[in-house]
């Protein structure tokens, strides 16, 4: 068995996370980062619970980190998220010039990185991280499927 990367570390604290988001009712979208290689912070979303539309686990994220490191700009770290970030979140992405995104499940209907809006693929984007899509997709979509579905 091979090591846990940083990657999977940050993966697995994004999805237990996410569990956690579930647990409170919130939908089950968790996110981590990376900074230098070392999870630094680990959230999921709030809208229900605070309530407040922009408490997104990407938002929160970037802000707790922000905090953390004293600075606006992220450019030493990665995201990792359980759901393809939305417009709101992608544009936060930038304007924390966060260096690389990684995400679990697509989502054609609410995604702007690889659907929608495609923030990053925009002229008047200022900056775009390098991205990676559909890790552990099938674990993220479940999970969804089952929250939204107990919901009905």
């Known amino acids: 068995m091979r090591p846990l990367s940083p990657d999977d570390q940050a993966l697995d604290a994004a999805f237990a996370a996410a569990r956690d988001a579930a647990a409170q009712g919130e939908a089950p979208i968790g996110a981590a ?31 707790q980190a922000a905090a953390l490191l004293g600075d606006a700009r992220l450019p030493e770290c990665d995201l990792v998220v359980t759901l393809e970030p939305c417009a709101m979140c992608a544009g ?15 989502d054609p209907k609410g995604g702007a990185v690889d ?23 099938a674990e993220s979509k479940e999970m969804l499927q089952a929250f939204f579905k107990s919901l009905r």
Request: charge should be positive; proline fraction near 6%.
């Open 33 to 63: 980062i990376l900074h230098r290689g070392e999870v630094i912070v680990r959230t999921h979303n709030l809208v229900e619970t605070t309530p407040d539309p922009t408490a997104h686990a990407e938002i929160l994220a970037i802000r």
């Open 92 to 106: 936060a992405i930038e304007h924390a010039r966060i260096r690389r995104l990684v995400f679990a499940a697509y």
């Open 115 to 137: 659907h929608g809006a495609r923030v990053f693929q925009r002229p008047t984007c200022r900056h775009a991280p390098d991205i990676i899509g559909g890790i552990r997709e």
